[in-house]
């Protein structure tokens, strides 16, 4: 039985992805510290849908603590890796930079160093569309120069990209990084605005509309999103690339990939869906952007489907009619 590391593992996305791979028969260790960014019970709710499964060791730690993942590779020589965990969140980075700076820069240094140690035949880690910050030209490619980050929480992505490259480069181990578009669906993140629009709607109280609701968001379903992130754990990265648009490094195994619907959906439309997934109509409070937010997120996926052949299709109403599904039913409403 092949093993499988997966960092977060009682996150949002790191909870559909280990289901996923214990489905297929993977040995899945689950790495998570269970903090209280937000609600630790969503979490710990997680956690023990995961405990049930065949296959599943849990492991509730910090991965920047000195010695966790070494531990953990010398103990379970994971076949492959998918780094999930982080201090997520554009408006906190701001509150509470140095949680930024100690889960995803040190965290992410411990777990490059363990792998250097025990190198696994691959690794994935997670990134984000916020890298392209100022960037105007649309969609988004990965082969754009992403040079000015508009908040800290993505300098930190950005910074974890050119790390494992470095350690791609001198070690030669194969990393793909993964730059995920606004993600949502059941088990989501009570952070994320869709969470806070369904809660406020289904209580009866108005909803925050930033820059007066002219925003435009490449929404990926979370079930897309596992099932691009397990096609890619078998898309190693090589010596030649594939395709015209391959992020392939000239001088590593090493390569970005964009993860979303490539399908921009103005924000006035998403609330709309939510709406009437809700069957109710939102009071809206318009207000200015946020510091550190942008304006349009847009993914070039020609890339991802050279690489897998996925295009991923979810139509918007219907993964949010299943967040919603899941929303009434965990908080029994």
Not at 27 to 47: A, F, M, T
Not at 137 to 165: G, L, V
């Amino acid at each position: 039985m092949k093993s499988v590391l997966v960092t977060g593992s009682a996150g949002f996305i790191g909870y559909h992805l280990s289901l996923r791979l214990l489905a297929e028969g993977w040995q899945v260790i689950g790495l998570d510290s269970l903090n209280s960014y937000y609600d630790p019970e969503l979490k710990r709710r997680r956690l023990a849908e995961l405990t049930r499964q065949d296959g599943f060791a849990a492991v509730t730690a910090r991965l920047e603590d000195p010695g966790v993942l070494m531990e953990i590779f010398g103990r379970y020589a994971p076949s492959r890796v998918i780094h999930l965990a982080a201090q997520a969140g554009v408006r906190h980075s701001i509150d509470a930079p140095r949680d930024y700076v100690e889960a995803n820069l040190i965290g992410t240094f411990e777990l490059l160093e363990a792998a250097r140690a025990h190198p696994p035949e691959h690794m994935l880690l997670a990134s984000t569309s916020s890298v392209y910050g100022a960037n105007e030209a649309m969609p988004y490619a990965e082969t754009d120069k992403a040079d000015t980050q508009m908040s800290f929480y993505a300098a930190t992505k950005k910074a974890n990209e050119a790390m494992a490259h470095s350690y791609a480069h001198l070690y030669r181990l194969p990393v793909t990084m993964f730059r995920f578009f606004t993600v949502y669906g059941p088990w989501g993140r009570p952070d994320m605005a869709y969470f806070k629009f369904t809660r406020a709607i289904l209580e009866g109280r108005p909803i925050d509309v930033y820059n007066h609701g002219r925003m435009q968001r490449d929404f990926t379903y979370v079930d897309d999103l596992v099932t691009a992130i397990r096609a890619l754990g078998d898309a190693i990265p090589g010596d030649a690339p594939v395709g015209e648009r391959d992020s392939l490094s000239p001088v590593a195994p090493f390569r970005v990939v964009n993860i979303g619907a490539s399908r921009p959906v103005a924000l006035m439309d998403f609330i709309s869906a939510i709406e009437a997934a809700c069957g109710q109509v939102a009071e809206k409070r318009m207000l200015p952007m946020q510091p550190g937010d942008v304006p349009a997120t847009w993914a070039e996926t020609q890339l991802l489907k050279d690489l897998t052949g996925l295009d991923l299709q979810t139509p918007l109403a219907e993964g949010v009619a299943r967040f919603v599904e899941w929303y009434r039913e965990y908080y029994e409403l």
